[in-house]
C-alpha cells in the first residue's frame, strides 16, 4: 500500500508540474518537438547522436512533345536530420521530501512547484534560442541596429517568402525592448483566450507580413563577436558545393586567411556575407533579390576560432552553399559556388555584444528529449507531454537520514535547415 500510495503522489507531483511547466512555455511552442527513444551512446551525446530524415526535392524539366527518354533522370538523394543532446546535460531541480508533504497537506502543490516548472523552462528555452541564434543562416537587417519600426520585422518576412520557406506556421521573436519601440505603431493585438498564460503575454501580433506570431521573449541568445583583423578576409580554399556533401548536416567547413595573425578570432553567432553568391530561392531556384539587387548569402559561425600565426581559421557554419547543375541542382542554395579567394564580410562590429531577434519557420529547428529511464529507488515515474520526457523522482540520502525529489529532463536539439531561420535586426 505505501508504495501505491508513494505513486499516486508521484502522479500529482507530475500532474501539478506540467500544468506549470505548460503555462510558461513560449519559444518552445513554436518548434517541432519529439521524443527521442534512443542515441548512438558512442557520440556521448554530440552532434550527430540523434537523426531523422530529411525530405527529398526535384527539379521539374521541360520538354516540347512529352518524351523524356533522353533526359536526365532526377536523382532520389535522402538526406538525415542530424542533431545532439544538450550539451549542457541534464535540467534538474530536486527539492526535500518535507517541502512536498508540507504542500500536498495545505493543498499547495501547483504554488510549490510553479517556480521549479518556470524555472526548468527558462533553462530549455534560453538553450533553444542560443541554438537557433547559432543554426541561423539567413540574415535580415543591421545586426548593429535594434528593431525600430514594423518594415523591420516585415523584412523578414519577406525574405523567409522569397527564399522559398515551406508552408506552415512563421514566427517572429523579439525583445520586450523592441516591443517598446513598435508601441506607438501598434494597430493589431488579441491572443486566442485558449492559449497559455506566458504565450498569451507574449504575442504582440498576429498575422503580419507573412508570419502567424510577432512574440515577446526575455530568453532570446546573447554573444559577443570575435576581432578578426582589418582583413581583408578570403577563402584559402573551394569547399565542396554538393548536395551530398552536406546533406546530412547543411553545414560547412571553410578555410579562411586574413585574420589577424594568432590574435585574430571569430566567435559563434557571427555571420558572414559572401558578396559573390546569391541566395537563391530554394524551391524555384531563382535569385532573391530586393529592389533589384541579389540578397548574398550568409553563414553562420558555429564554433569560436582563433587564428594562427599565419592569419589562417577553418570555421564550421551553420549553412551549406550548394550549387550544381541540372537535375542535380534541386538543393541548390546559391548562385554561385564559394571559390577560393572569394571575399568573406565579417557582419557586425569587433568585439561587440549582440541579442539578435529570431525569425523562422516551425520547421526550422526541432527540439526534443531523450526518454529517461525509471531509476532504481523509493519510485520513480516519466511522463512523456508534447514531445517532452519529465522524470519525478523519489530518493533518499541515507546518510543525512532524509528524502528528497528531483525533476530531470534531457533536451536534444536538431536544424532542419538553417536558411529557414534568421538573426533579425534593424535598419537605418
Not at 493585438?189 to 504582440?204: C, D, F, H, I, Q
Not at 538543393?331 to 568573406?344: E, I, M, P, R, Y
Request: net charge negative.
Amino acid at each position: 500500500m505505501a508504495n501505491n500510495y508513494q505513486s499516486n503522489i508521484n502522479n500529482k507531483l507530475l500532474k501539478s508540474f506540467i500544468k506549470g511547466f505548460e503555462s510558461n512555455t513560449v519559444l518552445m511552442n513554436t518548434v517541432s518537438k519529439q521524443l527521442v527513444n534512443d542515441f548512438d551512446p558512442s557520440t556521448g551525446g554530440a552532434y550527430g547522436a540523434v537523426s531523422m530524415k530529411r525530405p527529398p526535392q526535384y527539379v521539374p524539366q521541360r520538354t516540347p512533345d512529352g518524351d523524356m527518354s533522353s533526359a536526365p533522370v532526377n536523382p532520389v538523394r535522402a538526406g538525415k536530420v542530424q542533431g545532439e543532446v544538450s550539451p549542457q546535460g541534464y535540467i534538474t531541480v530536486y527539492i526535500n521530501n518535507t517541502q512536498v508533504e508540507e504542500a500536498l497537506e495545505a493543498d499547495q502543490l501547483d504554488e510549490l512547484l510553479r517556480p521549479v516548472s518556470e524555472d526548468m523552462v527558462t533553462e530549455c528555452e534560453s538553450e533553444l534560442a542560443l541554438y537557433m541564434a547559432k543554426n541561423a543562416a539567413l540574415s535580415s537587417g543591421d545586426i548593429d541596429l535594434a528593431i525600430n519600426k514594423w518594415s523591420d520585422v516585415a523584412r523578414g518576412g519577406a525574405l523567409l517568402k522569397e527564399s522559398g520557406a515551406p508552408s506552415g506556421k512563421k514566427y517572429a521573436a523579439i525583445s520586450n525592448f523592441d516591443e517598446v519601440q513598435l508601441a506607438d505603431l501598434q494597430t493589431q493585438l488579441g491572443v486566442n483566450p485558449e492559449v497559455n498564460e506566458a504565450w498569451a503575454g507574449a504575442v504582440v501580433k498576429q498575422r503580419f507580413a507573412g508570419f502567424d506570431q510577432v512574440l515577446t521573449t526575455n530568453n532570446l541568445a546573447e554573444y559577443t563577436s570575435g576581432a578578426p583583423g582589418a582583413g581583408p578576409v578570403t577563402l584559402s580554399a573551394t569547399p565542396a558545393a554538393t548536395y551530398t556533401a552536406y546533406k546530412d548536416t547543411y553545414r560547412m567547413s571553410l578555410a579562411l586567411t586574413g585574420l589577424t595573425v594568432t590574435t585574430g578570432t571569430l566567435k559563434a553567432g557571427q555571420q558572414l556575407q559572401f558578396a559573390s553568391s546569391l541566395l537563391l530561392n530554394m524551391r524555384n531556384r531563382k535569385v532573391v533579390r530586393e529592389s533589384g539587387a541579389g540578397v548574398p548569402i550568409t553563414l553562420t559561425v558555429l564554433e569560436d576560432v582563433t587564428a594562427d600565426g599565419s592569419g589562417n581559421v577553418t570555421v564550421s557554419v551553420s549553412g551549406a552553399a550548394i550549387n550544381e547543375a541540372t537535375v542535380d541542382g534541386a538543393f541548390n542554395t546559391t548562385s554561385k559556388a564559394l571559390t577560393s579567394g572569394d571575399t568573406v564580410t565579417i557582419l557586425g562590429t569587433a568585439s561587440t555584444t549582440y541579442r539578435p531577434a529570431l525569425a523562422y519557420c516551425e520547421g526550422f529547428v526541432g527540439m526534443g528529449s531523450v526518454v529517461l529511464p525509471k531509476l532504481h529507488a523509493l519510485d520513480s515515474s516519466i511522463m512523456n507531454y508534447k514531445g517532452v520526457s519529465i522524470r519525478v523522482h523519489r530518493f533518499s540520502d541515507g546518510a543525512a537520514n532524509i528524502n528528497k525529489y528531483r525533476f530531470d529532463i534531457l533536451p536534444t536539439f536538431a536544424t532542419f535547415n538553417p536558411f529557414w531561420g534568421m538573426q533579425l535586426a534593424g535598419s537605418a
